[in-house]
């Protein structure tokens, strides 16, 4: 597994991914039963990896994940619908990175840092923007 979130409004609810490293393939699994049982949710593309991932709080269907391609863009992708559908809403561009999350100030606003690039959506992750560059080091967001 590279990252877990569990759905603060449901106690059981718990999201994972997960890679297979030599196969180069990365999946997302959800357990409703507190992890006795999975269902998978998404496959990446040959190639990419899941690295992390967000359940919104104020929103638990709204979910973020983080994830390296091929081409070494950070790629960020959410799902409004617990997991049953996703889109790809954002590429960073190189160098390589994973995506990381926290929630913002406002209902919908969510950051995501991949590298030392940080971004804004003010849309629940519909839209991005990059902010000024605030790290100088590559930097990991945390929820909180």
Not at 44 to 54: H, N, P, R
Not at 75 to 93: C, E, F, L, M
Not at 113 to 122: E, F
């Amino acid at each position: 597994m590279s990252a877990v979130a569990a759905d603060p409004a449901q106690d059981s609810s718990v999201y994972c991914a997960s890679s297979i490293i030599e196969a180069k393939q990365s999946a997302i699994f959800h357990s409703a039963d507190g992890g006795n049982t999975w269902d998978p949710l998404v496959e990446l593309l040959t190639g990419e990896f899941y690295s992390t991932l967000l359940v919104d709080a104020r929103q638990p269907q709204r979910i973020y994940a983080g994830a390296r391609g091929t081409d070494n863009h950070g790629k960020i992708y959410r799902s409004i619908d617990g997991g049953a559908h996703w889109i790809q809403t954002a590429s960073v561009p190189p160098p390589s990175c994973s995506p990381s999350f926290a929630a913002g100030s406002g209902a919908q606003t969510v950051l995501a840092a991949c590298g030392s690039t940080l971004l804004r959506s003010p849309d629940g992750g519909a839209t991005w923007t990059t902010l000024a560059a605030p790290f100088t080091q590559a930097t990991r967001l945390t929820p909180g």
